[in-house]
């Protein structure tokens, strides 16, 4: 092995051992949801409070909504919107099966026209589907549900507020170790993209993994079929292009993540037949 590559492994060793030491310092270890039926049992490290995301999340729903009003974008098709609520509220019943306090959570659901093919919902339960997602896409209610399981689970893990976390602690320790190691503009930039790639990244796809699988079990015990999640990301993958490479994505390769969804689906089965009784 070159010395290059000895001190290039060294360097990136270094940066992880040293922003660990941060987080450990700065970061609270909390688990934010019980592991249902599917397993999702990881501690979190959190460096910010669950009310500040909360605040900023509301905050912004409030000022995105209020732009698309002016537009005329909000809830325009009644039957389309009817249709999100209706699938939404079944789906937060069935969150105290993650974590209970989620049910006394300030819920809002919105579908805004728009051709995106997208829907989020943001820490504290601010939903919005974009009419796009279900027109483009044809999606079936099942597919649907799949698709605000999915994203009701980041909420439910508190997956904004944990990249965010990592991006305040990673920010800080890059300054000190930067600063120790007078390693100035430059340095302190190579040492920002190290963290992105060796440590963020996969993170993030990690995320995608268990708002799958709580997506699913959410769905079946909303007594949707959980097998529609593969049928859902088989036609996203018909908008969404071709994958790029596994080291660079937020989001599992896709061959992998129909393999995840359809072990998974199989395992809630048994909540779904449950709940069509």
């Keep these: 092995m070159s010395k290059r590559s000895t001190d290039r492994r060294n360097w990136v060793r270094g940066l992880a051992m ?3 030491l941060v987080f450990a310092v700065g970061c609270e270890t909390v688990q934010t949801t019980q592991s249902g039926v599917v397993g999702v049992d990881r501690s979190q490290r959190m460096a910010i409070s669950a009310g500040e995301i909360e605040q900023a999340a509301t905050q912004e729903y409030g000022k995105l909504l209020a732009a698309e009003q002016k537009k005329g974008n909000v809830n325009r098709n009644p039957a389309q919107y009817n249709r999100v609520r209706t699938i939404s509220s079944r789906l937060i019943q069935q969150v105290p099966a993650f974590r209970p306090d989620a049910l006394k959570w300030k819920w809002e659901v919105n579908v805004l026209t728009s051709p995106e093919v997208n829907a989020w919902c943001m820490p504290g339960g601010k939903i919005a589907v974009y009419t796009g997602l279900m027109e483009k896409l044809n999606l079936t209610d099942d597919e649907l549900a ?4 999915h994203e009701m689970a980041h909420a439910l893990r508190e997956h904004s507020r944990e990249r965010a976390s990592e991006q305040a602690m990673a920010g800080v320790g890059i ?11 430059i340095g302190q930039k190579g040492m920002e993209y190290a963290y992105m790639g060796v440590l963020g990244l996969p993170n993030s796809r990690a995320h995608e993994t268990e708002a799958d699988r709580i997506g699913v079990e959410l769905a ?12 859902l990301w088989q036609k996203m993958g018909s908008v969404g292009g071709a994958d ?10 896709r061959a992998e993540r129909m393999a995840d969804l ?9 909540l ?6």
């Excluded at 799949?146 to 399981?149: H, K, N, P, R, S």
């Excluded at 359809?262 to 048994?270: D, G």
């Excluded at 779904?272 to 009784?277: L, S, T, V």
Aim: charged fraction near 15%; aromatic fraction near 8%; avoid cysteine.
């Design 272 to 277: 779904y037949q449950q709940a069509k009784k």
């Design 18 to 20: 040293g922003l660990t």
């Design 146 to 149: 799949a698709v605000l399981g």
């Design 262 to 270: 359809t072990s998974y689906a199989a395992r809630v089965m048994p």
């Design 175 to 185: 300054q000190i170790i930067s600063a120790v190691a007078g390693l100035g503009d």
């Design 244 to 253: 790029g490479p596994k080291f660079l994505s937020t989001h599992p390769p």
């Design 220 to 231: 079946a015990r909303a007594g949707y079929d959980p097998r529609a999640a593969v049928s």
